[in-house]
């Protein structure tokens, strides 16, 4: 596997529908996101291995599984009494992802999850595409009022950290000393197990919200947890240059986060997925209609040594699609494929 290959994710149960979609689209690699799997506190090696066969059977490969229920390891990303435990518990499922032969653990650092202040706005011919306006979560009084910006159906929502408008519950310092604390626990257990760890951008990458510092927000962030982990092979990056773009001075940070951690071989994989504007105020759209030109991130993840896997992540919903946009990720992975192919010129 050293050249950049296509991937299929963004789902929990691993059907048979979907990896037949993966087969007649071409992709090679599956990354799933947070697996519909037994476990309340951390996950086994049977049912990893599980997920793993079902991918073979198919002749596709799960290169990673992104992220472990937000409730795994909160009090671990927040420094509450019980994080060791979590801390535990989470060791307990990267030896489980090594045994089961999946290279790649993604994870997040936000306690209260991605935000968005609408779902369907309208894009490019009328496609639904989310939205986020910091000016409508400043406009909202009281902290219940709040919780309709995360994710409908997230699962312990009610149980995340949310403060009252103008109230700091965790401030970024606080925030970026418990991730040193659990990544000082989790990264010897990762690299004992053969594990990579990506890390995902704050998204959106505003410095607050919900009382909650967003410590992954600008690429200064990323080099600074990086630091102090250098020599661990285990520590990298899911570079999903969405996130990347909507921050400020997006397709700069882009450029930015890929010749420097690319050249390290400290990228993982990419969410290969764009938007138009940045924070404050930022809608996601079709690939090719964004901040950034796709052509060129291709390139230059190609020429400073990224060899993982592209996958299409946060598509728009068309018009007769499914929940799970199956025509938006054609199209998108359709578009990865034709850069991929014209990469293959480039010397």
């Given amino acids: 596997m050293s050249s950049i290959r296509i991937g299929i994710g963004q789902f929990k149960d691993l059907t048979d529908e979907k990896l037949r979609f993966a087969q007649q689209i071409g992709a090679e690699a599956v990354q799933m996101n947070t697996p519909n799997i037994p476990g309340d506190t951390h996950w ?19 290169d ?17 009494p019980g994080r060791d435990e979590q801390i535990e518990n989470y060791c307990r499922t990267l030896r489980a992802v090594g045994r089961a032969g999946i290279p790649v653990l993604g994870y997040h650092f936000m306690p209260n999850s991605v935000w968005r202040t609408e779902r369907l706005a309208p894009g490019r011919g009328g496609a639904g595409c989310t939205k986020f306006d910091m000016a409508l979560v400043d406009a909202v009084p009281d902290r219940d009022g709040l919780r309709q910006f995360l994710p409908t159906g ?5 149980a995340m950290p949310i403060a009252a408008p103008g109230e700091v519950l965790y401030d970024e310092e606080r925030m970026f000393a418990n991730y040193v604390y659990f990544m000082k626990a989790v990264l010897p257990v990762a690299e004992e ?17 919900g009382g909650v510092a967003r410590i992954f927000r600008e690429p200064a962030g990323f080099k600074r947890a990086w630091e102090p982990f250098a020599d661990s092979p285990s ?8 996130c990347c773009s909507e921050m400020v ?4 940070n882009v450029k930015e986060m890929i010749e420097f951690f690319g050249p390290k071989g400290r990228i993982l994989y990419v969410h290969f997925r764009d938007v138009q504007g940045e924070v404050p105020n930022f809608q996601e759209c079709f690939i090719g209609e964004g901040n950034y030109d796709p052509a060129e991130v291709m ?7 990224f060899t993982g896997f592209v996958l299409d992540d946060h598509v728009p919903h068309m018009d007769g699609d499914t929940d799970w946009n199956h025509r938006g990720r054609a199209h998108a992975i359709g578009y990865m494929q034709g850069l991929l192919r014209s990469l293959a010129l480039v010397a």
Avoid: T
């Fill in 44 to 62: 086994e090696e049977k049912d990893l291995v599980a997920l793993v066969k079902k991918c073979r059977e198919y002749g596709l490969h799960l």
């Fill in 64 to 80: 990673a599984i992104e992220n472990v229920p937000v409730h795994f390891y909160d009090k671990a990303m927040l420094g509450l």
């Fill in 154 to 158: 997230l699962g312990h929502q009610s």
């Fill in 193 to 209: 197990a053969g594990v990579k760890m990506a890390l995902h951008p704050d998204d959106p990458p505003v410095p607050m919200l």
């Fill in 235 to 242: 520590w990298g990056l899911d570079l999903c240059l969405g």
């Fill in 249 to 252: 001075g997006n397709a700069s």
């Fill in 299 to 305: 390139l230059l993840l190609k020429r400073n040594g």
